[in-house]
Protein backbone atom coordinates (compact mmCIF):
# COMPACT_ATOMS: atom_id res chain seq x y z
CA UNK A 1 0.00 0.00 0.00
CA UNK A 2 1.34 3.64 -0.95
CA UNK A 3 0.83 6.10 1.23
CA UNK A 4 1.30 10.36 0.54
CA UNK A 5 3.34 11.58 3.77
CA UNK A 6 5.98 14.03 4.42
CA UNK A 7 9.34 12.57 5.16
CA UNK A 8 10.70 12.80 8.09
CA UNK A 9 14.63 12.55 6.64
CA UNK A 10 16.29 13.51 3.40
CA UNK A 11 16.51 10.53 1.27
CA UNK A 12 16.66 9.68 -2.92
CA UNK A 13 13.45 8.88 -4.78
CA UNK A 14 12.97 5.45 -6.47
CA UNK A 15 11.25 6.62 -9.25
CA UNK A 16 13.76 9.77 -10.64
CA UNK A 17 16.95 8.67 -8.57
CA UNK A 18 16.47 12.81 -7.67
CA UNK A 19 17.66 13.84 -3.77
CA UNK A 20 14.26 15.32 -1.46
CA UNK A 21 14.94 17.34 1.79
CA UNK A 22 13.80 16.20 4.55
CA UNK A 23 9.83 17.82 4.84
CA UNK A 24 9.27 17.23 1.07
CA UNK A 25 5.82 15.46 0.39
CA UNK A 26 6.65 11.74 -0.92
CA UNK A 27 4.50 8.37 -1.60
CA UNK A 28 5.97 5.90 0.37
CA UNK A 29 5.41 1.78 0.26
CA UNK A 30 7.50 -1.18 1.95
CA UNK A 31 7.77 -2.54 -1.56
CA UNK A 32 8.82 0.40 -3.96
CA UNK A 33 10.64 2.50 -1.29
CA UNK A 34 10.02 6.60 -1.43
CA UNK A 35 9.19 8.62 -4.52
CA UNK A 36 8.47 12.26 -5.52
CA UNK A 37 5.19 12.57 -4.95
CA UNK A 38 4.31 14.12 -8.43
CA UNK A 39 6.16 13.88 -11.66
CA UNK A 40 6.74 18.13 -11.79
CA UNK A 41 8.72 17.40 -8.19
CA UNK A 42 10.71 14.58 -10.00
CA UNK A 43 11.68 16.69 -12.91
CA UNK A 44 12.93 19.60 -10.63
CA UNK A 45 14.87 17.00 -8.83
CA UNK A 46 16.55 15.57 -11.78
CA UNK A 47 17.11 19.33 -13.15
CA UNK A 48 19.17 19.79 -9.62
CA UNK A 49 20.73 17.07 -9.97
CA UNK A 50 22.19 17.69 -13.33
CA UNK A 51 23.59 21.43 -11.69
CA UNK A 52 24.99 19.70 -9.02
CA UNK A 53 26.65 16.74 -11.22
CA UNK A 54 28.02 19.86 -13.37
CA UNK A 55 29.07 21.44 -10.01
CA UNK A 56 30.68 18.49 -8.99
CA UNK A 57 32.80 17.83 -12.00
CA UNK A 58 33.79 20.91 -13.25
CA UNK A 59 37.30 22.19 -14.25
CA UNK A 60 38.17 24.26 -11.33
CA UNK A 61 41.32 25.52 -12.47
CA UNK A 62 44.95 24.31 -14.24
CA UNK A 63 47.93 23.12 -12.86
CA UNK A 64 50.48 22.29 -14.97
CA UNK A 65 51.75 19.11 -13.50
CA UNK A 66 54.07 17.68 -16.03
CA UNK A 67 57.23 17.65 -13.97
CA UNK A 68 55.08 15.61 -11.76
CA UNK A 69 53.80 13.26 -14.58
CA UNK A 70 57.24 12.56 -15.53
CA UNK A 71 58.83 12.14 -12.43
CA UNK A 72 56.35 9.57 -11.62
CA UNK A 73 56.14 7.68 -15.08
CA UNK A 74 59.83 7.39 -14.51
CA UNK A 75 60.29 6.05 -11.28
CA UNK A 76 57.38 3.22 -12.43
CA UNK A 77 59.14 2.22 -15.46
CA UNK A 78 61.89 1.42 -13.16
CA UNK A 79 59.78 -1.06 -11.46
CA UNK A 80 57.79 0.68 -8.69
CA UNK A 81 54.06 -0.67 -8.61
CA UNK A 82 52.59 2.57 -7.02
CA UNK A 83 55.18 5.21 -7.53
CA UNK A 84 54.10 8.46 -4.92
CA UNK A 85 55.21 11.34 -4.05
CA UNK A 86 54.92 12.97 -0.78
CA UNK A 87 55.10 17.12 -0.34
CA UNK A 88 53.84 19.67 1.91
CA UNK A 89 51.21 21.82 1.41
CA UNK A 90 51.81 25.59 1.43
CA UNK A 91 51.34 26.11 4.85
CA UNK A 92 54.60 24.13 5.91
CA UNK A 93 52.58 21.13 7.46
CA UNK A 94 49.90 19.49 5.77
CA UNK A 95 51.33 16.47 3.86
CA UNK A 96 50.00 15.92 -0.07
CA UNK A 97 50.45 12.55 -1.03
CA UNK A 98 50.59 12.47 -5.04
CA UNK A 99 50.60 9.42 -7.22
CA UNK A 100 49.43 8.52 -10.69
CA UNK A 101 46.05 6.55 -12.48
CA UNK A 102 46.61 3.98 -14.21
CA UNK A 103 46.22 2.13 -17.49
CA UNK A 104 42.33 1.37 -16.46
CA UNK A 105 41.41 4.58 -15.33
CA UNK A 106 39.03 7.23 -16.29
CA UNK A 107 41.72 9.42 -17.98
CA UNK A 108 45.16 8.10 -17.21
CA UNK A 109 48.38 9.32 -16.39
CA UNK A 110 46.45 11.91 -13.99
CA UNK A 111 48.06 12.77 -10.61
CA UNK A 112 46.08 12.39 -7.69
CA UNK A 113 45.83 14.42 -4.92
CA UNK A 114 45.59 13.88 -1.03
CA UNK A 115 45.01 15.83 1.54
CA UNK A 116 46.62 14.48 5.26
CA UNK A 117 45.10 11.48 3.98
CA UNK A 118 41.68 12.79 2.52
CA UNK A 119 41.50 12.35 -1.24
CA UNK A 120 40.87 15.98 -2.94
CA UNK A 121 41.08 15.66 -6.96
CA UNK A 122 43.27 15.22 -8.90
CA UNK A 123 44.71 16.74 -11.76
CA UNK A 124 44.67 15.54 -15.28
CA UNK A 125 47.39 15.55 -18.09
CA UNK A 126 46.68 18.61 -19.31
CA UNK A 127 46.63 20.61 -16.59
CA UNK A 128 42.50 20.36 -16.09
CA UNK A 129 41.98 20.28 -12.06
CA UNK A 130 39.15 18.39 -11.10
CA UNK A 131 38.03 17.78 -7.43
CA UNK A 132 36.79 15.08 -5.37
CA UNK A 133 33.13 14.04 -6.35
CA UNK A 134 31.97 14.28 -2.37
CA UNK A 135 33.91 17.32 -1.87
CA UNK A 136 35.16 19.54 -4.86
CA UNK A 137 35.42 22.65 -2.95
CA UNK A 138 38.31 21.12 -0.90
CA UNK A 139 40.38 21.23 -4.13
CA UNK A 140 41.14 25.14 -3.32
CA UNK A 141 42.67 27.93 -5.51
CA UNK A 142 45.65 27.79 -2.92
CA UNK A 143 46.38 24.23 -3.63
CA UNK A 144 46.61 24.66 -7.07
CA UNK A 145 48.79 27.76 -6.59
CA UNK A 146 50.67 25.68 -4.73
CA UNK A 147 50.40 22.02 -6.98
CA UNK A 148 51.45 24.47 -9.62
CA UNK A 149 55.15 24.77 -7.38
CA UNK A 150 55.75 20.89 -7.24
CA UNK A 151 55.12 20.53 -10.42
CA UNK A 152 58.25 23.14 -11.66
CA UNK A 153 60.25 21.32 -8.55
CA UNK A 154 59.30 18.30 -7.48
CA UNK A 155 62.62 16.77 -6.19
CA UNK A 156 63.09 20.36 -4.39
CA UNK A 157 59.91 19.94 -2.67
CA UNK A 158 60.35 16.42 -1.64
CA UNK A 159 63.81 17.32 -0.13
CA UNK A 160 61.61 19.95 1.59
CA UNK A 161 59.38 17.34 2.70
CA UNK A 162 62.30 15.03 3.80
CA UNK A 163 63.95 17.65 6.33
CA UNK A 164 60.20 18.85 7.85
CA UNK A 165 59.32 15.45 8.66
CA UNK A 166 62.03 13.26 9.00
CA UNK A 167 60.54 11.01 6.42
CA UNK A 168 61.95 9.86 2.96
CA UNK A 169 59.08 11.94 0.52
CA UNK A 170 59.15 8.64 -1.70
CA UNK A 171 58.75 5.52 0.47
CA UNK A 172 57.72 7.49 4.12
CA UNK A 173 60.00 5.68 5.99
CA UNK A 174 62.04 7.28 8.46
CA UNK A 175 65.48 8.78 7.38
CA UNK A 176 68.51 7.27 9.70
CA UNK A 177 71.48 7.69 7.90
CA UNK A 178 73.50 10.89 7.87
CA UNK A 179 74.19 11.23 3.72
CA UNK A 180 70.39 10.47 3.47
CA UNK A 181 69.38 12.92 5.36
CA UNK A 182 71.56 15.18 3.83
CA UNK A 183 70.41 14.45 0.55
CA UNK A 184 66.81 14.29 1.51
CA UNK A 185 66.03 10.30 0.27
CA UNK A 186 67.86 7.14 0.60
CA UNK A 187 69.97 5.36 -1.83
CA UNK A 188 67.76 2.92 -2.93
CA UNK A 189 64.97 5.87 -3.94
CA UNK A 190 67.37 7.31 -5.10
CA UNK A 191 67.79 4.74 -7.93
CA UNK A 192 64.52 4.22 -8.23
CA UNK A 193 63.93 7.97 -8.78
CA UNK A 194 67.06 8.74 -10.92
CA UNK A 195 68.24 10.91 -8.27
CA UNK A 196 71.75 11.81 -6.95
CA UNK A 197 72.52 10.03 -3.87
CA UNK A 198 75.87 12.21 -3.26
CA UNK A 199 76.91 14.11 0.07
CA UNK A 200 79.50 15.92 1.06
CA UNK A 201 79.09 14.70 5.39
CA UNK A 202 79.31 11.63 5.16
CA UNK A 203 82.71 11.09 7.19
CA UNK A 204 82.27 13.28 9.64
CA UNK A 205 78.55 11.85 10.76
CA UNK A 206 78.70 7.81 9.80
CA UNK A 207 80.80 5.74 11.69
CA UNK A 208 82.83 3.00 10.16
CA UNK A 209 80.87 0.67 12.19
CA UNK A 210 77.55 1.71 10.84
CA UNK A 211 79.05 1.61 6.79
CA UNK A 212 80.10 -1.90 7.91
CA UNK A 213 76.88 -3.17 9.23
CA UNK A 214 75.75 -2.27 6.07
CA UNK A 215 78.28 -3.22 3.46
CA UNK A 216 80.50 -5.86 5.71
CA UNK A 217 84.30 -4.96 6.74
CA UNK A 218 85.61 -2.19 4.11
CA UNK A 219 87.48 -5.07 2.64
CA UNK A 220 84.77 -7.36 2.42
CA UNK A 221 82.21 -4.21 0.33
CA UNK A 222 85.54 -3.47 -1.90
CA UNK A 223 86.00 -7.07 -2.97
CA UNK A 224 82.35 -7.65 -3.47
CA UNK A 225 81.86 -4.43 -5.95
CA UNK A 226 85.43 -5.21 -7.58
CA UNK A 227 83.78 -8.18 -8.53
CA UNK A 228 80.99 -6.77 -9.57
CA UNK A 229 82.40 -4.34 -11.88
CA UNK A 230 84.53 -6.69 -14.59
CA UNK A 231 86.33 -3.78 -16.11
CA UNK A 232 87.66 -2.55 -12.70
CA UNK A 233 88.66 -4.69 -10.21
CA UNK A 234 89.09 -4.64 -6.36
CA UNK A 235 93.11 -3.22 -5.14
CA UNK A 236 94.32 -4.08 -1.54
CA UNK A 237 97.24 -1.72 -0.73
CA UNK A 238 98.32 -1.92 2.74
CA UNK A 239 95.08 -0.99 4.78
CA UNK A 240 93.60 0.85 2.35
CA UNK A 241 91.15 -1.16 -0.14
CA UNK A 242 89.55 0.29 -2.84
CA UNK A 243 87.32 -0.49 -6.07
CA UNK A 244 86.34 0.71 -8.76
CA UNK A 245 84.98 0.18 -12.94
CA UNK A 246 81.88 0.29 -14.44
CA UNK A 247 78.65 -1.63 -13.21
CA UNK A 248 76.88 -4.11 -15.26
CA UNK A 249 73.68 -2.34 -15.95
CA UNK A 250 71.48 -5.27 -14.88
CA UNK A 251 72.97 -5.07 -11.44
CA UNK A 252 71.98 -1.71 -11.24
CA UNK A 253 68.76 -1.59 -9.55
CA UNK A 254 69.63 -4.55 -7.54
CA UNK A 255 70.50 -4.15 -3.85
CA UNK A 256 74.01 -5.21 -4.53
CA UNK A 257 74.31 -3.12 -7.67
CA UNK A 258 73.16 -0.27 -5.24
CA UNK A 259 75.44 -0.95 -2.71
CA UNK A 260 78.20 -1.25 -5.58
CA UNK A 261 77.89 2.12 -6.88
CA UNK A 262 77.43 4.04 -3.37
CA UNK A 263 80.81 2.74 -2.57
CA UNK A 264 82.49 3.55 -5.83
CA UNK A 265 80.77 7.57 -5.71
CA UNK A 266 81.32 7.94 -2.33
CA UNK A 267 84.19 5.58 -1.62
CA UNK A 268 84.20 4.62 1.95
CA UNK A 269 87.68 3.72 1.95
CA UNK A 270 89.30 3.26 5.03
ZN1 LIG B 1 11.54 11.72 -8.26
ZN1 LIG C 1 62.70 6.19 0.38
Redesign the pocket.
Known amino acids: MARTMRSKFPGW ?1 K ?2 K ?1 KFPAGAEIVWSRATGA ?2 STEA ?2 DV ?1 KAAWEVEKAKRSAVRGHADLTGVIEFITAARERGLKFPKLRVLDSDGEAELVLGLTGERSKVPGSVTVKRDREYVGLVRPNGDVVGAWDAPDLFDDALIAHLAKVGADPTGLAKAYAEFSGACSFCGTTITDAGSIEVGYGPVCAKHWGLPHKYAGVRASVTREEIENVYGTPKEAARGVGEMMPEGGFEESGSTFSAGGSLDAALRDTPEGIAAEMWTDYGFRM
Open positions: CSCGRHACA
